[in-house]
């Protein structure tokens, strides 16, 4: 059995491939066994993989399951001590794999951990899709040391101490494999975006932590798959980020939580039609139709989890610090409001 395995998950990206692949082999190897696991891309992928790396396993699922299931699908078929969930438009570093296994070696109780993501078009600014690691409001909305809504800090150097976090990206997750494998992997009902904070938020249910290790770097595209603007996007984030509230919160919360989610995503819903984004207006609409149609699928996965106090979650509303109150930096929000 390897004790680390890169696995990145591909969906017709074969022009991401061919331009980050040779900085994973070359940052990876001898530490990490590096696979990659193709989600039924209807390009010439595995083709182009096969003739220019055949040293390279390739995985190849059946059907396009999105994230949670293309991962859960492939990750069955690998044997390894950690897994490395790393997206095709990520350009690694020398040196990035191992100072996130030893941190994670030093505590068994962490479960999973991130590595700080910073932008490949803006390397000086942290990038969305993580940052300096992962947080969430009382209200569940996600944010990242580094990065609060569409707001990006510079990256200097305010942020290299690890810590524990709510949630680590899954553009770049460093997961124990038997944790990962204990959980189930990812809600597949998700498809894609917020699977992450899901699986994270039913891991510290059980205790465990979730880490950022600063002393890895890695630079992110983004919207690889699904460009910002996409309606789909839209849709997806609303409709499992109520899932994940419903699937997580502890019983006392559900009703304030969401009551005001309700107002809230109203409020959203309007701005999307009066700045002529009907589309997303729709896809909110949307998100909320398929969440209350499928209750009882979401009830009994509630059922499932043993609820407790997590640390790490902000106890304030982040919409209201920012929008009304002009916070843009994480270091603008009181540490006294996490819980602990």
């Known amino acids: 059995m390897a004790k680390t395995a890169v696995v990145i998950l591909n969906w017709n990206g074969k022009s991401f491939l061919e331009k980050f692949l040779p900085s994973v082999l070359q940052h990876s190897m001898p530490y990490a066994d590096v696979i990659v696991a193709d989600n039924a891309s209807t390009d010439d992928s595995v083709e182009f993989l096969r003739k220019a790396y055949p040293e390279i396993e390739v995985i190849c699922n059946t059907e396009n399951g999105g994230f949670a299931k293309g991962y859960n699908d492939a990750l069955s078929k690998v044997n390894a001590e950690y897994y490395i969930l790393l997206n095709s438009d990520i350009e690694v570093t020398e040196n990035w794999i191992q100072p996130v296994i030893n941190l994670m070696e030093s505590d068994p109780q962490i479960a999973a951990c991130q590595p700080t993501i910073r932008s490949y078009h803006n390397p000086a600014k942290f990038e969305y899709a993580g940052a300096a690691g992962g947080f969430i409001d009382a209200y569940g909305y996600p944010f990242c040391r580094g990065r609060i809504f569409q707001q990006l800090e510079a990256d200097d150097n305010q942020y290299n101490n690890p810590i524990e976090v709510f949630w680590a990206t899954g553009a770049c997750m460093f997961v124990r494999a038997e ?3 204990r959980f189930g992997g990812f809600d597949e ?3 894609a975006h917020m699977e992450e904070i899901d699986f994270c938020w039913r891991v510290k249910h059980e205790g465990l932590k979730i880490m950022v290790c600063p002393q890895s770097k890695v630079f992110h595209v983004g919207g690889g798959t699904l460009p910002k603007q996409s309606s789909f996007k ?9 899932s994940l509230l419903y699937k997580n919160l502890p019983a006392e919360r559900l009703f304030p939580v969401f009551a005001s989610r309700l107002i809230l995503d109203g409020v959203a819903a309007f701005k999307f039609l009066v700045d002529g984004g009907f589309a997303d207006f729709w896809a909110v609409v949307r998100a ?6 499928r209750f009882p699928v979401h009830r009994k996965k509630r059922q499932a989890i043993n609820h407790s106090s997590v640390s790490c979650i902000y106890q304030g509303n ?9 916070k843009n930096k994480f270091t603008d929000i009181s540490t006294q409001k996490f819980s602990k």
């Open 179 to 181: 944790i990962f494998r």
């Open 189 to 191: 009902d998700f498809f």
């Open 234 to 242: 839209t849709y997806l984030n609303m409709r499992n980020n109520i």
């Open 288 to 293: 909320h139709m398929s969440f209350y149609r």
């Open 318 to 326: 982040i919409v209201v610090d920012h929008f009304l109150r002009g």
